[in-house]
């Protein structure tokens, strides 16, 4: 079966301070895709990247940085140098499979205080 | 270019009610979606469908029914709102090249069955 498990529930951390997100996921499948999307206070979904499983390249756009490692199953999300407007919940997704569904874990919810 | 748009943005029913959420899209996807997310919880497939005038149930369809008349407009009905279907109900599309397809989501509405 497939499985997101995102263990960090909440973090909290003073702005400027880097913080990392830890994405875990289970799948027997071969090809599958992995996904970050980020929910403001505001509640909607913004869409941040999408990984696939043949590409194990790191990921960097400005403070957002992404490492994917197959060895482990994980898929980290890092800010640098975090701030207020960072606060959010993330959610790490995974698609695959015979369906057309995307996986979520439960989400973090990051809180950045000034 | 508004994406995806939903109506309404909040409602309240009482138990037993109707009602339809209209999700739109203008960016011609040929897949949509939709999801419910839950207090603590990712978010979970109610039904999808891949082009104009097909449906298919996701991982937790029964209380809900969907049609796709217009490829452009996917509609989600509740018959009979029972307490339990209390939730943020997302709508989301996909260009359609496949399962794992970046999905864009719309801002969500808020349902309250008392």
């Known amino acids: 079966a497939q499985k997101v498990t995102q263990a960090q529930t909440e973090i909290s951390v003073v702005e400027k301070e880097d913080v990392t997100l830890d994405c875990v996921y289970e799948?027997?499948?071969?090809?599958?895709?992995l996904f970050w999307y980020k929910q403001p206070p505001s509640g909607e979904l913004v869409f941040l990247i999408r990984?696939?499983?043949?590409d194990e390249q790191n990921e960097i756009s400005g403070r957002y940085s992404w490492n994917f490692q197959k060895s482990t199953s994980s898929f980290n999300f890092t800010i640098t140098a975090s701030q207020v407007v960072d606060s959010a919940v993330y959610f790490c997704?995974?698609?695959?499979?015979?369906?057309?569904?995307?996986?979520w874990g439960a989400g973090t919810k990051l809180i950045i205080k000034p | 270019n508004a994406g995806v748009t939903q109506t309404p943005k909040f409602r309240v029913l009482k138990t037993g009610q109707s009602m339809t959420l209209l999700c739109a899209q203008d960016?011609?996807?040929?897949?949509m979606y939709w999801y419910r997310q839950d207090p603590g919880m990712g978010l979970r497939l109610i039904h999808y469908?891949?082009?104009?005038?097909?449906?298919a149930k996701g991982e937790v369809p029964d209380g809900y029914n969907v049609s796709r008349l217009k490829k452009q407009n996917f509609l989600l009905g509740l018959e009979s709102a029972a307490p339990s279907q209390t939730s943020v109900y997302f709508c989301?599309?996909?260009?359609?090249?496949?399962?794992?397809?970046?999905?864009?989501f719309g801002p969500g509405t808020r349902l309250t069955v008392l």
């Open positions: 989301a599309s996909s260009r359609g090249q496949g399962r794992t397809d970046t999905q864009y």
């Open positions: 960016m011609n996807h040929e897949y």
């Open positions: 469908s891949v082009g104009e005038g097909t449906t």
């Open positions: 799948t027997r499948d071969t090809t599958y895709y």
């Open positions: 990984r696939n499983s043949f």
């Open positions: 997704a995974l698609s695959g499979g015979s369906n057309y569904q995307l996986i």
